[in-house]
C-alpha cells in the first residue's frame, strides 16, 4: 500500500517538473517573437508611411516608389494632427515620432507626426532612403524618412 | 495462527487492488481531461491562426493595388462572417481597422480568392480589398449587348464562378447564389437557395439592393458607385448596410487625400515661379475644399462626379502649358 502511493507521488510530481519546464520554454519563445514584433511592427509602419497617397509623389496617377512630394508634407503634417483624423492615423502609425529629413543638396527635417507613449520601456528606429520631389522645380532632393516606434 | 495471517494478507491484497484501480482511474481520467481541453484549445487555436493570418493578408494587400491570390488551404468546413466592423471565423473576430474590406455576410472559407484594386477619385484614395469563394456563384443577368456586361467581365477574376445570362427560365441549384441584375428589374426565379441574394447596377451609377422572399426579390436599399472599384464592391457586398458602411469609410479617407491635394493644388496655382500657370489651375482647389466639407458619399456623390470630369480636363492640360499637374 505505501509503496503504492510512493509510485503515485513520484508519478505526480514528473508530471508537476516537465509542466514547468514546458510552460518556462513556452514563455521565454514567448518573449523572443514580442521582441520580433516589435521590430517588424517600425518596419510595417515605414512601409505604410511611405506608401500613404498623402504623401507619395506620383506622375500622371502612377505612383514613384520611395518619393514624397515636397509639397504634401506641410498640408500632411496638418491633416495628421486634426482631431477628426487623429483616429485613422494612430491606427495607422501608433505611438511613434516620424521625420523626413533633407540630406543632399542642403540639411534639414520636418518631423511630420508624433505621439509618444506614456512611460514607454523601448524604441526602435527604422530608416529608408527617399527622393523628395519639388514640383515647383521639378527637381529632386534625397533625403531619409525616419520612424521612431515606442512601446 | 498461520490461517489469520492468510487471511490478512488477503485482504490487503484486495485493498491493494482496489486501490490500484482508483488510482488507475484517476490518471485516466486526469489524461482524458487534458486531452478534452487541449482538443478545445487547439479548435480555438486554428480559428485564431486563420483570423491572425487572413488580417495579415488583409494588411498587406491593402497597400498593393492590383493584387490578386489565391488561398486553397484553408478548412473546407470553415465559414467566416463579414460586417462593417470586422470578421468572425469559429469564436474568434477580428476588426478590419481602416481597411476598406468587401466580401459577402456569409463566406465558405475555402478556396479563398483576395484581390485589390486602386480606389481613384481621379486620384489615388486607397485600395480596396475584395474578397469571395468558388462555392458563391455570381449570376449576372443582362441583355444582348449590355455596355455593364463586358465593364464588369474585363474587372472581376477570371476564376470567379460566374454565369452570364440572357435568359432565367433555369433552375439555379447553387447555394449561396448571388444574383446581379445589369439595367434590369429582378424577375423571379426558380432558386433553391434561401441564403441567395441580388442587386441590381444600372449604368447611371444606382444600385438597388435586394433579399430573398420565396423566388422573388424584395428591395432593401438604395445605393451609388463611381467607378470600377466601388463597382466590384456593390457586386462583392451583399447588403446596402454593409456596403455603404464601407463607402462611408473610404469617403473619409477620399476628403483626406483631397484635402492634401486642394492644399498643393492651391500651393501651385498661387506660387510667384509659376505665374504662367496660375489661371490653368481653374476653380478645382476651392471645389475640392468644399467636398471635404460635405456629409456623406451619397449626398455628394452628383459634385464628386462632377468634379471628377474637371480635374481630369484640367489635369490633362496643364502639361500642355508645363505647368506641374495637380495629381
Not at chain 1, 517538473?17 to 517573437?33: D, H, L, P, V, W
Not at chain 1, 514580442?34 to 511592427?41: A, P, T, V
Not at chain 2, 451619397?298 to 500642355?320: D, V, W, Y
Amino acid at each position: 500500500m505505501v509503496e503504492n502511493i510512493g509510485v503515485l507521488v513520484i508519478f505526480f510530481v514528473l508530471i508537476v517538473i516537465a509542466m514547468i519546464f514546458y510552460f518556462a520554454f513556452q514563455s521565454a519563445s514567448i518573449e523572443e517573437k514580442q521582441g520580433e514584433l516589435k521590430i517588424r511592427n517600425a518596419l510595417e509602419i515605414t512601409s505604410k508611411v511611405s506608401m500613404l497617397p498623402e504623401l507619395q509623389c506620383r506622375k500622371n496617377n502612377v505612383a514613384e516608389a520611395h518619393c514624397f512630394d515636397a509639397l504634401k508634407i506641410d498640408s500632411a503634417k496638418l491633416l495628421f494632427a486634426q482631431t477628426q483624423n487623429e483616429d485613422y492615423y494612430f491606427q495607422q502609425m501608433g505611438f511613434s515620432t516620424i521625420k523626413v529629413k533633407w540630406i543632399y543638396p542642403y540639411n534639414d527635417e520636418k518631423q511630420i507626426y508624433h505621439k509618444t507613449m506614456p512611460e514607454y520601456t523601448n524604441n526602435d528606429t527604422s530608416r529608408i532612403p527617399i527622393s523628395l520631389y519639388d514640383p515647383i522645380t521639378n527637381s529632386y532632393d534625397y533625403g531619409i524618412l525616419e520612424v521612431n516606434v515606442y512601446s | 495462527m498461520k490461517l489469520i495471517q492468510n487471511k490478512k494478507a488477503q485482504a490487503e491484497e484486495s485493498i491493494n487492488w482496489v486501490f490500484v484501480l482508483i488510482a488507475g482511474a484517476v490518471i485516466l481520467l486526469f489524461f482524458a481531461m487534458i486531452i478534452y481541453r487541449f482538443g478545445i484549445v487547439s479548435e480555438k487555436q486554428t480559428d485564431v491562426t486563420i483570423v491572425t493570418n487572413l488580417n495579415s493578408i488583409l494588411a498587406g494587400t491593402e497597400l498593393s493595388s492590383r493584387f490578386s491570390t489565391l488561398i486553397e488551404d484553408l478548412p473546407n468546413d470553415k465559414e467566416a462572417y463579414f460586417d462593417c466592423n470586422g470578421f468572425t471565423i469559429g469564436g474568434s473576430t477580428n476588426s478590419y481597422q481602416q481597411k476598406i474590406v468587401f466580401a459577402p455576410s456569409q463566406l465558405p472559407l475555402n478556396p479563398l480568392r483576395i484581390w485589390t484594386l486602386d480606389w481613384n477619385m481621379p486620384y489615388l484614395v486607397t485600395n480596396f480589398v475584395y474578397l469571395t469563394s468558388r462555392k458563391i456563384q455570381y449570376v449576372f443577368v443582362h441583355d444582348e449587348n449590355s455596355p455593364l456586361k463586358s465593364r464588369i467581365e474585363s474587372i472581376i477574376p477570371e476564376d470567379m464562378n460566374k454565369l452570364f445570362l440572357t435568359d432565367t427560365s433555369r433552375t439555379f441549384n447553387n447555394c449561396p447564389t448571388r444574383y446581379v441584375f445589369l439595367d434590369k428589374d429582378p424577375v423571379s426565379l426558380q432558386d433553391i437557395c434561401a441564403t441567395s441574394t441580388a442587386v441590381r447596377i444600372n449604368s447611371d451609377g444606382t444600385i438597388s439592393y435586394y433579399s430573398k422572399n420565396g423566388n422573388s426579390f424584395i428591395l432593401e436599399g438604395q445605393s451609388n458607385y463611381f467607378d470600377d472599384a466601388s463597382l466590384q464592391a456593390a457586386i462583392i457586398a451583399d447588403n446596402a448596410v454593409y456596403y455603404e458602411c464601407m463607402m462611408n469609410k473610404a469617403f473619409k479617407r477620399y476628403k483626406s487625400v483631397s484635402y492634401i491635394i486642394a492644399e498643393r493644388t492651391l500651393s501651385l496655382k498661387n506660387d510667384p515661379q509659376l505665374v504662367q500657370c496660375n489661371s490653368h489651375y481653374n476653380n478645382d482647389a476651392e471645389d475640392l475644399y468644399r467636398i471635404v466639407a460635405s456629409g456623406n458619399f451619397k449626398t455628394a456623390f452628383n459634385e464628386i462626379k462632377s468634379l471628377m470630369t474637371s480635374i481630369i480636363g484640367t489635369n490633362r492640360q496643364l502639361p500642355l502649358y508645363s505647368c506641374p499637374t495637380i495629381y
